[in-house]
């Protein structure tokens, strides 16, 4: 009797452990270009979560100050429209916290974090998940993290490389406040941020005012 009561224990808890891991919601940040200086909308998106009763979601999403700066949330148009939602901004991170009182079908856009690109951003820089709990976290989650990359101030004559020409061409206005030649859009044209990226190839095309 003991020994078949073992055996059933040992099923079972397989059992539970499977079902927990089949109904594991995976929550994932995208790999997206972004510009110096420019807003930036970073959509979480998520599997199907019909039948799970979601109604609480607890965020804390990580980034680099240096190159981002959380600006908020945005919910209209995603899975948490009309949901009770606050965030804060501290130290390098976006806390969320949401909930509702009807339970939230369907997959997709869970909500999109806002952010702007520092003026002076370049290269790439990961976002992740400091904190992710569904309903308290009785809801289990795998978290997949995002990274952003900076597309906007490289290769000012648009021919796929950063070189010496174009540390040229940007020296044909140093020390000026051009607009067409201020890259980073900080007032003043400088040769700094073309230098920092020599050698490398071009995520974009320059814009047509250079070629």
Same mark, same amino acid.
């Given at each position: 009797m003991a020994h078949r009561f073992g055996r059933l224990?040992?099923?079972?808890?397989?059992v539970i452990a499977?079902?927990?891991?089949?109904? &594991?919601?995976?929550?994932?940040?995208?790999?997206? $270009? /972004?510009?110096?200086?420019? $807003?930036l909308v970073v959509p979480i998106t998520v599997d199907d979560v019909t039948g799970l009763n979601l109604k609480g979601v607890d965020i804390v999403l990580?980034?680099?100050?240096?190159?981002?700066?959380?600006?908020?949330?945005?919910?209209? @148009?995603t899975l948490t429209d009309g949901w009770l939602a606050a965030h804060l901004v501290q130290d390098g991170e976006l806390r969320i916290s949401m909930a509702t009182a009807r339970a939230t079908t369907g997959k997709g856009v869970l909500l999109n974090a806002t952010f702007t690109v520092n003026p002076k951003a370049t290269g790439e820089t990961s976002i992740t998940f400091g904190k992710l709990m569904f309903n308290e976290n009785r809801i289990p989650t795998t978290p997949y993290p995002g990274k952003v990359t900076i597309t906007g101030i490289l290769d000012p004559t648009g021919d796929g490389v950063?070189?010496?020409?174009?540390?040229?061409?940007? &020296?044909?206005?140093? @020390?000026?406040?051009? $607009?067409a030649a201020d890259l980073n859009h900080d007032g003043v044209v400088?040769?700094?941020m073309v230098a920092r990226q020599f050698g490398r190839k071009a995520f974009r095309? /320059?814009?047509?005012l250079w070629r």
């Open positions: 224990f040992v099923v079972c808890a397989c499977w079902t927990s891991a089949a109904q &594991a919601v995976d929550v994932r940040l995208p790999e997206i $270009p /972004a510009d110096p200086a420019k $807003p990580r980034f680099s100050p240096e190159v981002l700066t959380a600006t908020g949330i945005e919910t209209r @148009g950063v070189d010496l020409k174009d540390v040229m061409r940007i &020296a044909e206005f140093f @020390g000026s406040s051009d $607009p400088d040769i700094v095309a /320059a814009p047509r």
